[in-house]
Nanobody
Framework: VQLQASGGGLVQPGGSLRLSCAAS????????MAWWRQAPDKERELVAVISHIGSTYYSQSVKGRFAISRDNPKSTLYLQMDSLKPEDTAVYYCNAGSGIGRPWPPRAPYKYWGQGTQVTVSS
């Protein structure tokens, strides 16, 4: 499975961005898919995860502002980010893999990673 993330950029506080992650190489219909982020000098953290049937989980820091979704026929994962804050600045990574035997929400990433996309929230 290859994952290609896009959609990052520079946005002012309070603004919005939509990240996309296109999957190829194998079907991801049965996979859980997630977004993680890593800010400078900080540990990687889970942002949101979506199951193959559409169940979702959000970290407390983004709950109510971000929305994760997936389009299985298009093999694409999305992250709609609204009301962005400077503390949302980070490199965002998409991640996918089997949820079999894995806790919900995940405590560790799944097998497949996309390249990161930089999100910078600044005036």
């Amino acid at each position: 499975v290859q994952l290609q993330a896009s959609g990052g950029g520079l946005v002012q506080p309070g603004g919005s961005l939509r990240l996309s992650c296109a999957a190829s190489g194998s079907t991801i219909v049965t996979y859980r898919m997630a977004w993680w982020r890593q800010a400078p000098d900080k540990e990687r953290e889970l942002v949101a995860v979506i199951s193959h049937i559409g169940s979702t989980y959000y970290s407390q820091s983004v709950k109510g502002r971000f929305a994760i979704s997936r389009d299985n026929p298009k093999s694409t994962l999305y992250l709609q980010m609204d009301s962005l804050k400077p503390e949302d600045t980070a490199v965002y990574y998409c991640n996918a893999g089997s949820g079999i035997g894995r806790p919900w929400p995940p405590r560790a990433p799944y097998k497949y990673w996309g390249q990161g996309t930089q999100v910078t929230v600044s005036s």
